[in-house]
């Protein structure tokens, strides 16, 4: 079975300013996909950036971007220029590829809150 | 495109009655699920399916029930409500590779008492 860790239970950055969250993750697997998740207040998870295991080059989308280091199974998030709606709670998420195609469920890790202060 | 229906969003049941969250896409995705999530706990797997007929269990399925009669629905039966059960469920679907990430719903806030 998988597990996921996230270390940081808050977090709190000052508006415009570069902020990291950690993940970890435990695994024997060597085909799968890791997430980040962002949940705001109205509770809506929304996808931030995916990063499949095969591929080296770390995943950037737009203001956020991954550290992903296989051998160390760590998946940090970093958020840059941080805004007020950047607050929310992050969720880290590791998911399993079968050999045939086909994915498991999503594991979960416990959650960062990080606030973002004006 | 809707994406993902959860009915309803807020829910009290009383300790030993039953209910049925619905859960509805409409992107003609195979694989559907349920989650609940808990304070401190993040996001725990209750049930799946990877297509019609095809249901599985997750990490947390003890006094829920599942079915998939179709592609597009994928509702979660609480069959006698528990306060342990007081949670918000999650319902989320992809293509059957995952790939992409799940589409989640907006949840549904379960309170028993």
């Known amino acids: 079975a998988q597990t996921v860790t996230q270390s940081q239970p808050e977090m709190s950055v000052q508006e415009a300013e570069t902020v990291t969250l950690s993940c970890t993750y435990d695994?024997?697997?060597?085909?799968?996909?890791l997430f980040w998740y962002k949940q705001p207040p109205s509770r809506q998870m929304i996808l931030v950036i995916r990063?499949?295991?095969?591929?080296?080059q770390n995943a950037t989308e737009n203001r956020f971007s991954v550290n992903f280091q296989k051998a160390a199974k760590s998946f940090s998030l970093k958020i840059s220029d941080s805004q007020l709606g950047d607050t929310a709670m992050y969720f880290c998420a590791f998911m399993k590829r079968h050999s045939g195609g086909g994915a498991d469920g999503l594991t979960f890790g416990k959650g960062t809150h990080l606030i973002i202060q004006p | 495109n809707a994406g993902v229906t959860q009915t309803p969003k807020f829910q009290v049941l009383k300790t030993g009655q039953s209910m049925t969250l619905q859960c509805a896409q409409d992107m003609n995705h195979e694989y559907m699920s349920w989650y609940r999530q808990d304070p401190g706990m993040g996001l725990r797997l209750i049930h799946y399916s990877v297509g019609a007929g095809i249901t599985d269990q997750g990490e947390v399925p003890n006094g829920y029930n599942v079915s998939r009669s179709t592609t597009e629905d994928f509702p979660l039966r609480l069959l006698s409500a528990a306060p342990s059960q007081t949670s918000v469920y999650f319902c989320?679907?992809?293509?059957?590779?995952?790939?992409?990430?799940?589409?989640f719903g907006s949840g549904t806030r379960l309170t028993v008492v």
């Open positions: 695994t024997s697997e060597n085909n799968y996909y």
């Open positions: 989320a679907s992809s293509f059957l590779t995952g790939e992409n990430g799940y589409t």
């Open positions: 990063q499949e295991a095969y591929k080296q």
